[in-house]
């Protein structure tokens, strides 16, 4: 995040401070005798390639789609670096394949920089070092991007400019990423994904306002604008459908936890209105409550969640290859670092959240670019309602799935019919945005013992709710109908689905003013 000329950074703890940066961030290239260590170089976004500090963003585009992209050295220095095309230097950050004016970039020797980027596997979580100096040792940022997968040893440092596949050996790591595999990573056939950063915003914290205040306001300081927020977050999580976790992740990184000037001057939580170009330009909200509401509704629910909008790469926190991340901060590592507040304040709590739900990722390598149509039925004759676009990583919130469909949830807002995209609100309700992708072009990543199979043996169900007609099926014990909307359930339908045995479907309905009715079977 960027106020003016001031950097902030965060620890693995969450805690949001001003970066004390010393120098200029060039590197002095240096020559070893070793010529296989020496062949190893690697991208500094600090300094360009005649040797001068470079202070402001750096545009480049995406490897394959042109798509145009930007990032900030001063928040995520090093980039892996891949070859030189045409006079443009190939190279990988933040999830992205990128091409860069040769002369924007500075491209040193791997010996040469005094630091760079890496994870360290402590026992319980996986640590992020983010180099923001090469020419300093130390890192700028270290970043709890969650849970420590079992197949990183504790106590090891890993690289990965991907965030997926990790190597204990840097020269291998950058033979894999200019050949475009992962063959000699460490989990070359297990893709990891951090559940925060990954996690689509059309899901809800378990968390009520009362707790999330409580868990907030443990990390606030005196004159804090979000202190006890936490019914505010919620509330908005409700009727736009936006997970209340995730919003004040994104509020804490952006504002260090509501003490920021625009936070305290502006009510701005955010950085809304604060492009890179002029900060200044921050926009003032009457209260705290009216900004998360703008946040919510409008530059969540209605723009970066909605597909079809010009900034939609996935409606997750993400990186430079997908999600929220590639158009709204030049920080490379701005949706990692909301993730991990979201991770911080899960732990407080008791870990509610902490994998909750089923996400599944379409293109698991960043090279790969397929534009996927998402389905109102589970046909692929169905009415398609919008496209993923051809975004890597793009992750999805699983439902359910039958034989050759994922039952997904709708990143954006759909119409009374569920036949198109609904561009005109950003009130979002759970049960009725759903679509359907097909299970070849999604794997799953975290969560599949969360999921119901419908081909197998069960009870299907759905309710005629008041307001929405049919809502979509339910199965084996899972709820149905609304919360805390008060609408009236007016019809059931059941089925069973693979029935090994004859017999009955048996069932009674609790009705207002009766109480408990008799059963009825069939």
């Known amino acids: 995040s960027m106020e003016g000329s001031e950097i902030t950074s965060i620890d693995e703890n969450g805690n949001v401070f001003i970066v004390e940066d010393q120098g200029d961030g060039v590197v002095d290239e240096i020559r070893l005798q070793d010529e296989m260590f020496d062949a190893l170089q690697i991208v500094n976004f600090r300094a360009n390639a005649a040797g001068r500090p470079v202070t402001t963003t750096t545009e480049y585009t995406e490897y394959r789609t042109g798509a145009i992209g930007y990032t900030y050295g001063r928040s995520g220095a090093d980039a892996a670096y891949l070859g030189t095309e045409n006079g443009k230097v190939k190279f990988m950050l933040s999830g992205v394949v990128g091409l860069v004016d040769a002369s924007k970039v500075q491209v040193v020797s791997l010996a040469s920089a005094k630091s760079y980027s890496s994870y360290y596997a402590e026992d319980t979580f996986l640590v992020h070092k983010i180099a923001t100096n090469l020419a300093q040792s130390g890192s700028g940022s270290s970043v709890n991007v969650g849970t420590r997968p079992s197949y990183l040893t504790p106590g090891t440092t890993y690289y990965s400019y991907d965030g997926h596949y990790f190597y204990t050996d840097y020269a291998r ?67 736009y459908g936006t997970n209340a976790l995730l919003m004040v992740g994104v509020g804490a990184n952006e504002s260090g936890w509501g003490s920021s000037n625009y936070a305290k001057t502006r009510n701005n939580l955010f950085g809304i209105g604060a492009v890179d ?118 992750a999805v919130l699983i439902r359910s799935y039958s034989d050759e469909f994922y039952e997904i949830q709708s990143d954006p807002v759909l119409n009374s019919g569920r036949t198109a995209v609904d561009t005109g609100t950003g009130n979002y309700n759970f049960e009725h945005n759903y679509a359907y992708i097909s299970k070849d072009a999604v794997a799953v990543v975290s969560g599949e013992d969360n999921l119901i199979d419908e081909s197998a043996e069960g009870v299907t169900y759905s309710v005629h709710a008041q307001t929405y007609g049919w809502m979509s099926k339910r199965m084996d014990g899972q709820q149905a109908g609304t919360i805390g909307e008060a609408k009236r359930l007016e019809a059931l339908k059941l089925e069973l689905r693979n029935q090994s045995v004859d017999g009955d479907v048996e069932y009674r309905t609790h009705v207002q003013s009766y109480g408990w009715m008799e059963w009825m079977k069939n």
């Open 277 to 394: 170009s002029n900060p200044d330009n921050a926009t003032y909200f009457s209260s705290v409550d009216q900004c998360i509401k703008d946040y919510s509704e409008t530059y969540l629910s209605k723009r970066y969640l909605r597909a079809g909008y010009t900034y939609y790469h996935g409606g997750f926190l993400g990186d430079k290859a997908s999600g929220m991340n590639v158009s709204w901060a030049s920080d490379p590592y701005w949706g990692e670092k909301a993730a991990g507040i979201a991770w911080n304040l899960d732990k407080a709590g008791g870990y509610k959240d902490k994998e909750q739900y089923t996400i599944g990722i379409k293109d698991t390598i960043n090279t790969n670019h397929n534009s996927v149509n998402v389905k109102k039925e589970e046909s692929d004759s169905s009415a398609t309602l919008y496209h993923t676009g051809s975004i890597s990583n793009y």
């Open 173 to 239: 790591m950058l033979g894999d990423y200019q050949a475009g595999n992962r063959n000699n990573a460490v989990n070359a056939g297990d893709p990891y994904y951090n559940y925060y950063q990954f996690l689509p915003s059309r899901s809800k914290t378990n968390y009520s306002g009362d707790e999330l205040s409580g868990l907030i306001n443990k990390n606030t300081k005196s004159g804090s604008v979000m202190y006890n927020t936490g019914g505010s977050f919620v509330n908005r999580q409700n009727t």
